[in-house]
């Protein structure tokens, strides 16, 4: 099996570091599983993926957060804690796809790669923490089945079509930052209008539908 070129590499590490955001799990193990089976000839420095028991202890994580990531409020937890463990490895995948003979790219694409996990993993973590704001857990269900579908999807496509990937890609991150804003002034005003209720300053939202139903009526005697 030919050795994967320079277009490949690149659209490999930039889909470790964006997926470990999203998936880290699942990406250690399909990167691993495609590499112990002969699928794909993962370059040196992500050999140690395809060891049985990398194999098998991602295989477990795999199992657990599957089951994690889809029951409202324990997924947001989930979220929180990873935020220190996803960044730096979507950082060292990419870099793993240069390894020690290329040390400027192996650094670019570490410093890549964490950046690129870094905005996936906050435009999911706010993206689910504003579905857990609604009480029936379906929508929670159906974005999680989603980021499982997009981590094998955007891995086989940066090997198999490297170019599509990288169009897709900028398409992908252009629609992460914009969840991001839009999801964190939807939580933030959220908290704000929970805080305003528990310390019993009047709500402005309530205030002004109040004063809207109130207004004067054609034909309504003023008020006075």
Known sequence: MPELDMPQL?????????????????????TGLAG???WVPLPS????LAHPVVLAVSGFMV??????????????????V??????PAGAALAAGVFGGDHAV??????????????????????TRAAINTSPEPFSNVGASLVEDSMVPMGLWLA???????????????????????????????LVSRVTR?????????????????TKNAPGDPPNV
Request: no cysteine; charged share 10%.
């Open 36 to 38: 112990y089976f002969g």
């Open 197 to 213: 209720i528990f310390s019993g300053k009047p709500d402005p939202g309530v205030q002004s539908a109040f004063s809207f139903k």
């Open 10 to 30: 690149l659209a490999l590490a930039a889909a470790l570091g964006w997926a470990s955001g999203i998936r880290l799990y699942l990406v250690v193990l399909l």
């Open 63 to 80: 199992f657990v957060e599957f089951f994690a990531d889809k029951i409202p409020g324990l997924d947001s937890l989930w979220d929180m």
């Open 82 to 87: 990873h935020t220190v463990i996803r960044i």
């Open 159 to 189: 090997v198999a079509h490297p170019l599509v990937f990288v169009v897709l890609f900028i398409v992908v991150l252009i629609l992460s930052v914009w969840l991001i804003r839009k999801s964190w002034r939807f939580l933030r005003g």
């Open 105 to 126: 790219m192996a650094l670019v694409a570490a410093l890549l790669g964490g950046g690129f996990a870094a905005t996936a993993h906050a435009a999911k973590a706010t």
């Open 45 to 48: 420095g992500l050999h140690l």
